[in-house]
């Protein structure tokens, strides 16, 4: 079979780069070795799909080339994918931080993609599975449990390595390795951190208590909840600052101020020193009460647990400090099974940012997840996959 473009990976952004191919007349073939269509658009967002975000900008993303995803990101606007949304007639809401959800289920962000690939006329061949892929003369020939397909452009959509049991796999990154691109190595990103033994036993019983926090390593500071768990720590503050934490290496500590809410924490502690009250029952006021009471515990090593007014004035200072900046040293991350992104993967600098194709292979694109470029949570990722797919789309 011979058509115009093959898109390997029926996931958001190959969808995304299908329907637009198609809705140019180019005759397009989707092919996804996954019995379910868009598996992780079903499962995102808790089932309604965080699809995209208002207050996008460009340094919501990392990537090892920060500028690249510029061009796409200002080219498919979240204005334009909210524009899709309304034109399907899909209810939506703004749940937190410019964070847009559909009011009912990501079916529907499913059925809107697959309606657009209807319209464009493109072609499905799923599930099946790729074994190969190469050039023949100008045409890249792809290798399929149902026999050989023929194209000119192909379009490699086939995401990160989160979730392996719905389906990720790197086959991205060998194909990019295969026609001598580089990939910078992936890495686990938005994904709850662990915790040594010693921490666990401290705080692991406090699992499932959650507060009010602000998060960073390394990077911006995300002022969200975090929360504890078995393992360690979670939350959305954590998640964000984690993808940093990876980036740098998983060397720097990561650092939580536990009251956000208070400027200037050396001087509150002097106020409140006036009083007979212990700093866990002061510090409760803030945080869970049990957490407050282990903190004391943990980081004062016993010396804490006396009333405020008879902690040396020096004491208040370290403990300030500490309250504005606990420092932490993850032992590592829960992983692929557990991450929502994957950070790392296809080097930008051998992708054109307008197109998304490769330099110096003609016909060759990459769009979503599977590029380096990784977004904070909140919608980003999806926008990403929305902008380099339909950029794509308009080249392949
Ligand atoms: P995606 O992973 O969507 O699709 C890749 C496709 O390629 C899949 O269909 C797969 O089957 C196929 N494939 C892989 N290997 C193949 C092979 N060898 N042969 C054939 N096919 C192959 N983001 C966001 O912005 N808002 C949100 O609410 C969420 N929520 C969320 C929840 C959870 C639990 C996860 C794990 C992730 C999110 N995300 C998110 C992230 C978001 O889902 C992700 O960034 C996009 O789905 C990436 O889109 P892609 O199309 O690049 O890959």
Known sequence: MHVDV??????AAGLMCAATAGSRGRSVLVIDHSPKLAEKI????GGRCNFTNRDLRPDCFLSQNPHFCRSALSRYTPRDFIALVERHRIRYHEKTLGQLFCDDSSQQIIDLLKAECDAGGVRWQRPSAV??????GDLFRVDTDQGARFAASLVIATGGLTVPKIGATPFGYRVAEQFGLKVVAPKPALVPLALDPDWLARFGELSGASFDSVAWCDGPEFREQTLLTHRGLSGPAIL??????????????????LLPEVADAESWLQTARAGRQALATLLADHLPKRF??????????????????????????????KLKGWPLHPSGTLGYNKAEV???????????????????????FFVGEVVDVTGWLGGYNFQWAWS?????????
């Open 240 to 257: 964000q600052a984690s993808s940093y934490w990876q980036q740098a290496g998983g060397r720097e500590a990561l650092h939580i101020d």
């Open 42 to 45: 079903r499962i995102s967002g």
């Open 6 to 11: 093959i898109v390997i990976g029926a996931g």
């Open 131 to 136: 074994s190969g892929v190469s050039r023949e």
């Open 342 to 364: 994957t950070l790392g993967g296809v080097d930008t600098r051998d992708l054109d940012q307008k197109t998304m194709a490769a330099r110096r292979v003609p016909g060759l």
């Open 292 to 321: 407050a009471q282990q903190w004391v515990d943990f980081e004062g090593a016993g010396r804490w647990n006396v009333a405020l007014a008879e902690l040396p004035r020096a004491a208040l200072a370290d403990i300030a400090a």
């Open 388 to 396: 380099s797919g339909w950029s794509a789309g308009q080249a392949a």
